[in-house]
């Protein structure tokens, strides 16, 4: 099985919102990925955790806080948003150590 | 500095008929090769990896793709499309450690 599955599938927040996104996987995967993607381009790389530890953060504000509270489960905490912000998130697995990234649906946001 | 090169934004291609998009990378030692698909309004769908072996690699759905060390191309093909083909491709690569390198992608269209 080579699901990544993401919640919720949907989201509309305010600029003074605090939400969060969730994905889940089930294959073993020690290394997880966070991506945003805009309309028409490529997905961009934000977090990478490794053995549940946060090894990569690509330059991402502090509006964003990543969060991996156990080896199966990586959570995107959001609050004060912009609404440039809005976009898909992507979230993806991975083998430690292989290179193979599995994604996930994505969330939409939407940032008013 | 790694890069991906996907020569064509958009490829319209009648239904039945070949395709070939393409897709070229830069970088001075090994990489990893990948080719995800992404259909409107979901995440991206891996079709086929290039890790190391065979330059002829096969993958879902009927695609293949060859990698070319002396040119750098990694060209994706299907020798007949199908209504259900039409979607974003992207071609990407790693040298490792977790960090995916995109194309811009190639917006597929296959016609009735």
């Known amino acids: 099985d080579t699901e990544v599955t993401q919640t919720p599938k949907h989201l509309v927040m305010g600029m003074t919102n605090k939400k969060s996104l969730k994905c889940e996987q089930h294959m073993g995967h020690r290394a997880m990925y966070w991506y945003k993607q805009k309309a028409k381009k490529p997905p961009e790389l934000m977090f990478v955790?490794?053995?549940?530890?946060?090894?990569i953060n690509e330059s991402v504000p502090s509006r964003f806080s990543p969060e991996c509270p156990n080896s199966s489960l990586l959570n995107l905490h959001l609050h004060a948003l912009q609404p440039e912000d809005s976009a898909l998130y992507l979230c993806?697995?991975?083998?430690?150590?292989?290179?193979?990234?599995?994604f996930g649906p994505g969330t939409r946001l939407l940032v008013l | 500095a790694q890069s991906v090169t996907q020569l064509d934004s958009q490829v319209p291609v009648f239904e039945e008929a070949p395709v070939e998009l393409r897709c070229n990378y830069s970088?001075?030692?090994?990489?990893?090769l990948f080719w995800y698909v992404q259909y409107p309004n979901q995440g991206l769908q891996l079709l086929l990896k290039y890790l190391s072996g065979s330059t002829l690699v096969k993958g879902i759905n009927g695609f293949e793709a060859e990698f070319n060390k002396s040119q750098t191309s990694f060209h994706l093909r299907k020798p007949s499309v199908h209504i259900s083909d039409t979607a974003e491709y992207f071609c990407a690569v790693t040298l490792g450690g977790g960090k995916l390198i995109f194309g811009q992608g190639t917006e597929l269209s296959v016609k009735p």
């Open positions: 970088s001075s030692v090994s990489v990893y």
């Open positions: 993806a697995s991975s083998h430690e150590g292989e290179e193979t990234q599995y």
């Open positions: 955790y490794s053995y549940e530890k946060l090894s």
